[in-house]
């Protein structure tokens, strides 16, 4: 009953009334460069990327603004069936009483506590700034942070929002109804400086997650002994639990720097604690940034990580109409060096 009634409060709360005509416009974006990897054979290698969706709006006779948002890659790998369930793209009602949104979108607590500053770098290289939110999949399975936050099940999502002078609180769902997460907090000017502060909350079910390692082995092919690479897939099971995440971020004089605390705990022992802190700093065209994050512990499935860190250190430069060049450097926590360098487009 209480799932029902969370969905049915939300909606009857920004029940649109009337019709509009909606504006559609199209976004892209794209990438070319160089990645290093000391760990690979081919230490240098080319990168590049094409990406375009649609962003859709309108708004109802009473005022009512809804939209959604769709990235064709989104739709590339689960078809029809990713669509349809909606893990494709994101929709949204909005007004007065707050916002509703659906699909491929933050859970709460992410929505106010967020990623560390200081990653400009071409490809993110490995996205080890990013937040490992249970509620995002792992940041949708999409980041090198930790695979055991990998919850294939996190999205869609179903996420409601109310802001009231710089201060927020959000509400999330999966779509199964099963997992929960709130997120509060205040952005805003205070006393000369611009002051951001965050907290979040997550409880989840069980879930698996799969992670693949890479290794070389000596195979024949044809009669003849041939190096190949060789992946090997691992389930995990991860038993329910909740996870803990906190912001405090502030700016002044072109520079912005903020600390992430993050603490899961899960009832088959696993846990991790991590703090990082990340900064960026503008001046003219220029913008550099830098971050770094510390495993505090690391129990369970996640002791091999217990006490490790990571840093990255990159910058861009802005070419003017959507262009930059951007580069990066980054140690990761296998202590391996990434780094990237090319021109970043925005359209």
Not at 124 to 140: H, I
Not at 235 to 257: C, R, Y
């Amino acid at each position: 009953m209480k799932k029902v009634l969370f969905a049915t409060t939300a909606l009857t709360a920004l029940a649109v009334g009337g019709t509009a005509m909606a504006d559609i416009s199209l976004f892209g974006s794209a990438r070319l460069g160089l990645v290093y990897d000391d760990s690979l054979d081919n230490e240098l290698q080319t990168n590049s990327r094409v990406r375009f969706g649609v962003n859709m709006s309108g708004e109802t006779d009473s005022g009512i603004e809804f939209g959604a948002s769709l990235r064709a890659d989104q739709v590339v790998d689960g078809g029809i069936d990713t669509g349809d369930s909606g893990q494709a793209g994101e929709a949204f009602v909005s007004g007065s009483l707050g916002t509703l949104s659906f699909g491929d979108t933050n859970g709460a607590d992410e929505q106010w506590v967020g990623d560390l500053n200081g990653n400009l770098s071409l490809t993110g290289l490995g996205d080890f700034n990013e937040t490992a939110f249970v509620s995002n999949g792992g940041n949708a399975g999409d980041s090198d942070t930790f695979d055991f936050s990998n919850n294939a099940d996190a999205r869609p999502t179903i996420r409601y929002d109310y802001d009231f002078a710089g201060f927020g609180v959000s509400l999330s769902a999966d779509s199964r109804l099963s997992d929960y997460g709130i997120g509060a907090g205040f952005s805003g000017p205070v006393g000369g400086f611009d002051l951001e502060v965050g907290l979040g909350y997550y409880a989840f079910q069980d879930f698996t997650f799969t992670s693949d390692e890479t290794t070389t082995g000596i195979v024949e092919v044809d009669g003849i002994p041939t190096e190949v690479a060789l992946v090997e897939s691992t389930t995990t099971q991860v038993e329910e639990g909740d996870q803990f995440t906190a912001l405090l971020g502030f700016g002044a004089f072109g520079a912005d720097m903020n600390v992430i605390y993050n603490k899961l705990d899960s009832d088959d022992g696993s846990e991790f604690e991590t703090i990082g802190v990340g900064a960026e700093y503008a001046f003219d065209a220029v913008t550099v940034g830098a971050y770094y994050r510390n495993v505090m512990t690391g129990k369970g499935e996640l002791e091999e990580v217990d006490g490790d860190d990571v840093y990255g250190f990159s910058a861009e430069y802005d070419l003017g109409g959507g262009a930059v060049i951007a580069g990066g450097i980054t140690s990761t926590y296998a202590d391996d060096t990434i780094a990237d360098f090319g021109i970043d487009m925005s359209f």
